[in-house]
């Protein structure tokens, strides 16, 4: 399955837990399968998915922020693109986050959200899930 996040921002990071929850909800119920794992993959190479904080929106300021002063624009890259920054935090972050699914509900914690990151936006970008069940 694949779904579509519009970004607004040149980098922002947006709560997609509601759509792969809405993902698993479905597939589960289809299924009759309740446990296995969530695969969430996004197919660019200047954007990225990870899983932090959903509770204090200043974490996913600080995060951009910080990956902005370790990624810094000012160096001579070679990429001719210009969006050099925007490559190497994907990388650093990574496309792809592997979650547990038990009893038809994504494991998280508390604090815990799934994040789209996006580095090189405001651009249409897409997000595959994949389920695979062990169990029911
Ligand atoms: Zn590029």
Redesign the pocket.
Known sequence: MVFTVKTTQKTELIDITGEVQAYVNRITKESGITSGFCLVFVPH??AAVTINENADPSVRTDILAALNRMVPKDIPYH?L????P??IRSTLVGVSEMLMIEKGHLVLGRWQGIFFCEF?GPRTRKVHLSLMGIGS
């Open positions: 190479t200047t990429h693109e210009g969006n050099s925007a490559h090189d």
